[in-house]
């Protein structure tokens, strides 16, 4: 039975991990000890999990004493490293949530930590473990377009689900690295993954158009704010119970408020983005991330030599567009000007299914034969993708991702 440390108790480190393992892998898995810089968030953790193992007061004193073989990483994005090195120096292999971390530095650290100490990363990217990704990677596993030549890519987050990362602490760039880090890393990770290309140059361009301080109507938070009556963005986290308890009741200790104004000056990350890359087979990728659309999901089309893959998904739930209807529609077409039309079925459960399969993977271990389990290398090429591309935007110049990476190889 394996021992896991997890240190980070936000709702994440909660839902994703400690509650599962108390509850489906306690045969095979168990929770060694918890630390969080916030107590009471950690001891929220510790109750939800089944209260047998121990609330830390440093990440250092939960190595030396709890042994975990295993450290499990789900905080702040700019902390990944710290944990991930120290777990590895200290013997223990690593999990971290995506992003891997947040730029080219401490990316590099990471993979010499772990070249030095011969122990093991694994980045969540629950993204490639839907079935709805799994159907693609089958399809294009299959050759039903021949080699990969151009993808278009666009994501659509909604003012629901978009809002929420200019409340929360990735509204810094030095938290997250930006949308271009913090959540693409996932879309990056997803075609590096469909097309098995790693990247090779970046071209980007970011603005911030729709949050940040683009109206006088603005407070700190939405729970004193003097608009909250009139604001179409108020978030009451005290009649959210999952919030409240999580966040609300805690922030008495740190000082993190979970509902900050998404109109806040201090907001320095960017709402629009577009970026190509071109990949070390040949191929080419436009891709975009609008953070306020009206619905949400994505489109993707995948140009090859002998057809085109076209992929949507929309998310009905947090969207009248579809009117609580979700969409899983898979399009090929060969080069007779063939249509087949695949509609993949939703599932439920955490990111559409997706968590529960990684989960299996992660503590029970199996056959894998789409490669849902991702180490250092995927976390690295699908993070520096968009290190590359805020690195663009800075110095308005297209960046190659042999400048960023220390012996890649």
């Not at 009905?316 to 087949?340: C, P, Q």
Request: proline share 3%.
């Amino acid at each position: 039975m394996k021992r896991y440390a997890i240190v980070g108790a936000g709702s994440r480190g909660l839902y994703m991990y400690a509650v599962p393992i108390h509850e489906k892998f306690r045969d095979v898995a168990k929770i060694a000890g918890v630390y969080d810089p916030n107590y009471k968030r950690a001891e929220l953790l510790k109750r939800r999990a089944g209260g047998d193992f121990k609330v830390y007061n440093s990440f250092d004193e939960m190595l030396d004493d709890s042994k975990p073989d295993v450290v499990i990483v789900t905080t702040v994005d700019r902390y990944h490293h710290e944990y991930i090195i120290r777990a590895l120096e200290a013997g223990c292999d690593a999990i971290t949530e995506k992003p891997m971390t947040i730029d080219e530095e401490k990316c590099n650290m990471i993979l010499e930590a772990e070249k030095k100490t011969g122990k093991k990363v694994i980045v969540t990217f629950n993204l490639r473990c839907s079935p709805f990704s799994a159907k693609m990677k089958e399809l294009l596993g299959d050759g039903v377009i021949g080699e990969a030549l151009s993808i278009h890519f666009e994501w659509l987050l909604d003012t629901v689900h978009g809002a929420d990362y200019f409340r929360r602490w990735h509204r810094r760039l030095e938290n997250s690295g930006g949308l271009l880090v913090h959540k693409a890393t996932h879309h990056f990770d997803l075609i590096n993954w469909l097309i098995e290309q790693e990247p090779v140059a970046v071209n980007a361009y970011g603005e911030r158009r729709f949050y940040g301080p683009t109206t006088d109507r603005r407070g700190q938070r939405c729970l004193t704010c003097g608009y909250k009556d009139t604001c179409s963005f108020y978030l009451d986290i005290s009649s959210l119970p999952a919030l409240k308890e999580l966040y609300l009741d805690c922030e008495d200790v740190d000082g993190y408020f979970r509902d900050s104004c998404v109109f806040s000056d201090e907001i320095d990350i960017f709402d629009t983005m577009s970026l190509n890359v071109k990949y070390s087979g040949g191929a080419m990728m436009s891709y975009s991330l609008t953070a306020y659309s009206p619905y949400e999901g994505y489109r993707l089309s995948i140009n090859g030599t002998s057809g085109r893959l076209e992929a949507e998904t929309f998310v009905g739930n947090t969207s009248k567009m579809f009117a609580g209807a979700s969409v899983n529609r898979l399009r090929v077409y060969n080069k007779r000007g063939e249509e087949i039309v695949i509609n993949v079925p939703i599932f439920t459960g955490g990111h559409g299914g997706a968590d529960e399969v990684l989960q299996r993977l992660l503590f029970r271990g199996g056959p894998d034969p789409l490669n849902y389990v991702a180490g250092s290398r995927a976390g690295a090429m699908s993070l520096i993708i968009g290190a590359a591309a805020n690195r663009s935007i800075q110095e308005g110049r297209a960046v190659f991702i042999r400048d960023l990476l220390k012996d890649i190889g």
